[in-house]
Each structure stands twice: as C-alpha cells, then as structure tokens.
C-alpha cells in the first residue's frame, strides 16, 4: 500500500521526534558518565551496540561503492549539517538592507540517513 503525502509527512515528523528523544537520552547517559562525545558520535556508538551495524554511509555513499539500499529497509538517523532557515535568512536580509552588521545562525538541524552494510546488496548491470 502506498503512502500519500501527509502520511509521509507525519511519519517523517515521527521519527524525527524519536531521533530527538534518543538523542536527549544518550546525551543524559554520557553527561551522568562524565562522557564528552558529540551527540551524532553516541548515536553512532548506540546504533552499532543496539544493532550489531557495523559499516554505516548513506544512500549516495553506498551507491558510489556499487551497492543499492534493499527495498524496504529503514535507515538509522543522525543529525546532518545544521543550516539557516528561511526565516533566519530573511531576517538577515532585512538586516543587512538597513545596513546592520549581522551573521546567519544556523538554527535548523536536518535528518541524515545512514544504512547498514547488511541492508544493502551489490549493484546488478
């Protein structure tokens, strides 16, 4: 069954609430350890425990070493590059138009995917 576009949306915003709350959580664990790792590089540690993943990239890096991601697969989520919103550039524009001194702040963190080696195969000409 095929999901329409708000399902995706929903489903998207789900998940990214989810990679939030794991996020919090694992950072609680570190700070409570006394642990200062960044919170992508827990995750990453997390996944490889909870999951046995042990050779994570993304899509377009599978791709490039000649492995597809199989059908259906779920990918295990970091934070990418944070990045300006449309907003905060707007607001910059502003600013600089009245000729004030200001810098962009990235205050939008997106969703990376990542796939494990055992979600994958190799490509087929």
Known sequence: ????????????????????????DLKAVAQMEG???????LLLAYYKRQFSASDLRTFDQWKEAGYIVKKGQTSFMIWATPKATKAEKERVAEAKAKGEQVTEKEDYFPVCHLFDISQVHTITK
């Open 1 to 24: 069954m095929k999901q329409t576009k708000e399902e995706k949306k929903a489903r998207a915003i789900e998940r990214r609430k989810e990679l939030s709350a794991l996020s919090q």
């Open 35 to 41: 642990v200062e790792e960044s919170v992508n590089s």
